[in-house]
């Protein structure tokens, strides 16, 4: 069997499951170590690791075993994959094994080095160039590795994945534009040179709010008033962004100026109209900004075009955000080109570590042949030699020894480069 058709993959992503359903495969941390070494005993896989992020479980391991029911070695069958989850999650019942077993994808061999280069690189990611599943990736692996769990395969494997989608970050633009309305807001309000000290007012504690004040915070910002109709979670944000807290119903008398106002809540109307703003800009004349991330807008009509308003609003974010995405798919076949690239030039790297592994028995080999040849078969001629002569012929059994063992290993190099070349 081809070392590289050992290679499989059972993968449970967000194109083929709902998020919440993949959330049921995800093994606690403190549970993987001890039920991962039980699932690589149990099908006598001889190598293992697991990757698991918000939106996909995968399953890589290295087995020649032939799955159960299949007519080849390289196959998955949603039977042998029905069995692994048994196995794997006892809490799930049959109809949910048979759901996950049937809509499961796999991958053996080519198709699977393939696709890990796709997960890693972002190319079936649930948002292309998110180059995050890459770290991830390497975690999961470095996990596995630290459990002894993987081999010579998947460490050959993951350097080459690695790699690939080093370059494909490298040389392409797949992860060069934000695709998340928060990272394209964030860019913007940072465009116009927002000083670390401006007053930020928050409105809303949502999860949206959260995760754009958290940007905000890592970048230097120290200057925050957060107001939530809910006090409690008002409180909890601004505990996070050393900020002070207030109710939605104190916006109406807050009178200590602001330079920058996020909002997000969902409200069925306005909630920033002109004569609130006229009362929070407590007599100051300068250029305030609004970020607006609600859907319908907290922001009365008029003020987003009003003057010494600096308004960013969500049709204006989600157009940026369309354009940006289609960006990075305009580079997915740049994207592929160097993932097939790099395919190709991983079977004679593959090809030459199976040789090195092969020829590490020559000088074991060779010296039992010496000894043989030495103690057994000629045992009665060279007991026939003078002292000259053994000396002399152990010097030449030295010389040919060292130099055979060298030359299998540059013969197998030589015939492996020169197929590499058709």
């Given at each position: ?8 993959i ?5 194109r ?39 939106n ?36 799930l ?9 049937e ?6 061999g080519v ?22 599943i ?22 050959l ?9 080093k370059?494909v970050?490298?040389h ?19 465009s ?7 007053r ?9 709010n ?5 940007y ?7 200057n ?63 250029t305030?900004?609004?970020v ?8 009365a009509e ?12 969500m049709?204006?974010l ?6 940006n995405?289609?960006?990075r ?52 001629d ?11 012929l ?6 040919m ?22």
């Open positions: 069997m081809e070392e590289l058709g050992k290679l499989k059972i993968a449970f992503t967000h083929d499951f709902k998020l919440d359903d993949v959330g049921k495969l995800v093994l606690a941390e403190e549970e993987r170590p001890a039920r991962l070494q039980e699932l690589k005993n149990r099908f006598g896989w001889s190598e293992l690791m697991m990757i698991a992020t918000c996909r479980v995968e399953f890589i391991f290295v087995s020649e075993l032939p799955a159960l029911g299949a007519s080849n070695h390289a196959a998955i069958t949603p039977e042998s994959t029905a069995e692994i989850l048994q196995f794997l999650y006892p809490g019942d049959g109809t949910e094994i048979a759901q996950f077993a809509k499961a994808a796999t991958f053996a198709p699977a080095l393939v696709h890990l280069m796709k997960v890693s690189s972002s190319l079936d990611s649930l948002v292309v160039g998110e180059k995050e890459l770290l991830q990736v390497r975690q999961s692996y470095e996990a596995a590795r630290g459990m002894g769990l993987t081999g010579d395969l998947l460490r494997v993951m350097d080459r994945v690695v790699k690939a989608a370059e970050y490298t392409t633009r797949i992860a060069e534009k934000p695709v998340s309305v928060v990272s394209v807001a964030y860019r913007l309000l940072k116009q040179k927002t000083t670390p000290e401006a930020i007012l928050i409105i809303g504690a949502g999860q949206t959260k995760l754009f004040s958290k905000l915070r890592k970048h230097g910002s120290t925050f008033t957060v107001f939530n109709r809910t006090l409690s979670k008002a409180e909890e944000l601004a505990a996070e962004l050393g900020g002070t807290a207030l109710s939605l119903e104190q916006l109406t008398s807050y009178n200590k100026g602001f330079d920058v106002i996020i909002t997000c809540t969902g409200a069925a109307g306005p909630i920033i109209t002109p004569a609130i703003y006229q009362s929070l800009l407590a007599g100051e004349t300068s305030k900004t609004i607006d991330l609600a859907l319908p807008s907290d922001t008029e003020l987003r075009t009003a003057e010494g308003v600096q308004y960013i609003g049709e204006y989600q157009d940026i955000v369309r354009r995405m289609n960006e798919y305009l580079e997915l076949e740049a994207a592929e080109a160097i993932i097939d690239r790099n395919v190709r030039e991983f079977r004679p790297v593959l090809r030459q570590r199976q040789i090195e592994l092969a020829m590490r028995e020559v000088p074991h080999k060779i010296k039992e042949i010496r000894a043989s040849a030495l103690n057994n078969v000629f045992v009665e060279i007991q026939q030699l003078d002292p000259n002569s053994r000396e002399v152990e010097k030449v059994l030295n010389y020894e060292k130099r055979y063992v060298s030359v299998p290993m540059v013969m197998a190099k030589d015939i492996l480069l020169s197929k590499s070349n058709y």
